[in-house]
């Protein structure tokens, strides 16, 4: 239970401006479809929610992907009504990833290079784990929720959601951490 959670107006002034740029980015016409699954697409816009993350804490990570959700399913769902959701779950379960080892090593003096590889092994680990479940457990409802797959084509297309998801995260935690170290050299966090 949280208590007592005071939020300053610094705090929700940052949440807004990642929020913004978060859901800029989102919006842009910049668009990589994944080769080996076409419904998949690349982006840059998990880029801003993991640098808050490592910047602010996990409630303004979660707070800047929950206004970027809001937004998408008022503006521009994708292919699925609920594709939003699933964008949240994968983004979601990737800063959980995250934040076990900043919970379980706090040593600001370690490795930057070491720091960014466990983080982001761990994003990729949890965000993999977690969206498999997630898929197979949704993708067979119809739309809105799901696709009304067959159970063997949510199996076979399992893999390739999974390499989107650990490529997807591959640059997402190491670039987020790098904003994020470079904003704290150069600004009193």
Known sequence: MIKNVKISAKTIAVISVFAALTISLNLSPVKIPAPYAPYLIYQVWEIPIVAGFLLYGFLAGIAIAVLNTFVLLMVFPGMLLTGPLYNLAAVISMLIGISIPKVIHKNPQADRRKSA?????????????????????????????????????????????????????????????????????????
Do not use: C, D, Q
């Open 117 to 189: 590889a466990v983080l982001t092994a761990f994003g990729i680990i949890f965000r993999v784990g977690i969206m498999t479940v997630v898929n197979w457990a949704f993708l067979r409802f119809p739309p809105p929720v799901g696709f009304g797959m067959p159970e063997p084509a949510i199996i076979m297309s399992l893999p390739f959601i999974a390499i989107f998801n650990a490529t997807l995260a591959l640059y997402t935690v190491p670039l987020g951490y790098a904003i994020a170290e470079t904003i704290k050299l150069h600004t009193k966090v």
